[in-house]
């Protein structure tokens, strides 16, 4: 009976130490996550804990079943799925990990941006002021905007420092910072967040401008 009594706790203890009885719990997303296109979402990592060893749980993004994972002998589960498109702008997006089988879940909740810059108005004269705004520079440090002309940088100007969890700025300046009126042909600005200018630069956004040249105004009468 001794012997029974021992072999019998050492069962209870072993069932009271098991992950299945653990807090369910899920580690914090980053802020913001970026895509370019459909084919270009930053990754999110999912680590998750307190399942029962050895169950599969499904990952979910907004509510949609993205990927199946098994459940280790801890507990715990790991896995990797795209953040959700958009087409512009940011917003908020879930991911749930469930349990299959069972009510065992967990939520975590971020953002997801995307990563442009856009002109307004959309049409301008060289020396006009427009607005720029940018999102998905994460980077800290400032956004640089070069212009391009024939394959070479002309001009590189300091635009903002991103701000947010989203790297967003909003800055209102003339369209072309130019003591002369530049060249008629095609412009690129290509924007990042590098002082140098680099044409191979993994990560920018580049904006196409037609500069033609203004009509002559009719001499004051």
Not at 85 to 104: G, H, I, K, P, W
Not at 108 to 121: C, D, I, R
Request: hydrophobic share 35%.
């Amino acid at each position: 009976m001794f012997l029974r009594s021992i072999l019998l706790g050492a069962a209870v203890a072993v069932l009271s130490t098991s992950p299945a009885s653990a807090q369910l719990s899920i580690e914090p997303l980053h802020p913001c996550y970026v895509v370019a296109r459909e084919d270009q979402r930053e990754l999110v990592s999912v680590k998750a804990g307190g399942f029962t060893p050895l169950k599969k749980v499904d990952i979910f993004v907004d509510d949609i079943r993205v990927d199946t994972a098994d459940v280790l002998y801890n507990g715990t589960v790991e896995g990797t799925v795209q953040a959700p498109y958009v087409d512009a702008d940011q917003r908020d997006f879930t991911v749930r990990v469930a349990e299959q089988e069972s009510s065992n879940s967990v939520t975590a909740v971020s953002k997801v941006t995307k990563f442009s810059v856009t002109q307004t108005p959309k049409s301008a004269r060289t020396d006009d002021r427009v607005r720029f705004r940018g999102r998905g520079f994460m980077a800290p440090t400032y956004v640089w905007a070069h212009y391009v002309f024939n394959g070479r940088s002309r001009k590189t100007v300091q635009v903002a420092y991103p701000a947010g969890p989203c790297g967003t700025f909003d800055q209102r300046r003339l369209q072309f910072p130019f003591k002369k009126r530049p060249e008629r042909g095609s412009w690129t600005i290509q924007f990042d967040q590098q002082l140098k200018y680099d044409p191979m630069a993994p990560t920018k956004v580049l904006m196409t401008i037609k500069v033609r040249r203004a009509p002559k105004r009719s001499p004051a009468r």
